[in-house]
Every structure is written in C-alpha cells, then in structure tokens.
C-alpha cells in the first residue's frame, strides 16, 4: 500500500515536473529568438527568466535529494547517510579527473541510489538477520526498479540519477548486480557511487550490523581494490583519507 502511494507519488510529482519543464524550455527558445532583435526591457524579462530557471533547477535538485532520502528513510537510515555519499562522491569525481561540472551533477544524483527500496517489502528492508537467498533476490531488484522509475525522465539530471540507481551495485570484476557488468562498462557515477556508498554503510549503524571500526573498513577497501571497486579510485581514497574522513565528520548522524 505505501509502496503503491510512494510509487503513484513520485510519478506524479515526476510527471508534473515534466511538464512544467517542457513548459520552461518552450518558454525559453521563444525567448531567445526573440531576444536576437530585442531591447533592453526584453532583456530584463530575460534575466528574470534565467532566474525562474535557476529556480525550477533547483528545485529539481530538491526533488531528487528528498526521493534518494526516501529510499534511506524506508530502510531506517539516516537522511545524513546520503548527504555523506553525495559529498564522497563529489571529491572522489573531482580527483578523478572529472570536471566540476560533472562532479556536482554526480553529487546531485548520487542521493537517488537506493530510491529503488521504496518498492521492497518492510520485513526484508528492516530484517535484522542475514537475507536468504530468496530475499536478497528480491533485495537486489531495488537497482533495476530505481532505474526504471528515474529513466522516463528525459531530463540529464534524472537520467544520470538513473544510471547511478542501476549501477551502483555493480563490481569493477562483473561479479555484481543486476547486470554483471565490467570494469569501464560501469558507468564512473556507478563506479564513484559503489565506493562512497560501501564507505558509509560500513562505518554506519544498520538494523543487521552494527558500525566497522575504522581499521577494518580500510582494510576491507583496500582488500576489495580491483575486486569490487576500481583500483584507481581505492588508491584515491587512501591519497586522500583525511578529506573524507573531514565529510564524515561534518555529516555526522
Ligand atoms: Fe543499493
Ligand atoms: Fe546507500
């Protein structure tokens, strides 16, 4: 029942923006010719469209930060969880090699992860105990269904969330989920999501586990460089651990 309201919700919400967004973009070319032949009061209307975009973008942002925290709230995480991946996931970006510009999208978008939950059942959410076999089948399909939802958009910015929900339990050695797919196949929001996001959850409270000390969390990253994570981005992570662990710290629960 909650899932189906949660799901009709953000559809709705999904499909109203659309809207409103083709509106703006429609709106904003007419502008813009007529701005080719156009005074200083067309220009004035211009600046104050520029304006209402940046707002309508912003906007944007908030919707997609609020449904990535859905996902977290319904498996009882904090809504700091995704604040810290999104902070992770913009410095490991930028120190990478990507540009500011598309490391800011990646942390706009990396909150999205695991908004595909909101369509698992509580008792396999919140289980305290180790899934069967069974249950993390359907646990695992969170990736495909976030990925479903986010992808009708054809906006960038939800379409990039929607590769992150899809790819972000991938593993750089093809052995992960819902596509086995390899190394640079994964998309590098995918690749950047997968470690910020298993940064946090380790060092994190979740209802089957209780918080890693810090000793065992670098050691499990470092064990899993090549493995689960690409190489490049564990060595990153190491380079620069006090930066992280400053995020941490700031964004703490
Ligand atoms: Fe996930
Ligand atoms: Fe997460």
Redesign the pocket.
Known sequence: MLDDDLLGNFEKVQRDFQEATNRLIRDLKRQNKILERTDKRQRKEFDELMKLKKEIEDTQKEVVFTMGSIG?TRSR?TGN?VRR?AEYSKLLALKYGLSEEDSEILKEVSPM??IGKVAIPDAILNKPAKFTPEEFEIMKTHAKIGFDMLNVSKRKFLKMAAVVAYEHHERWDGDGYPRGVKGSDIHIFGRITAVA?VFD?LGSNRVYKSAWEDGRIFDFLQSERGKQFEPKLIDIFFKNIGEFLKIRDNFKD
């Open positions: 977290e995480e969880h991946v992860h695991d996001d959850a």
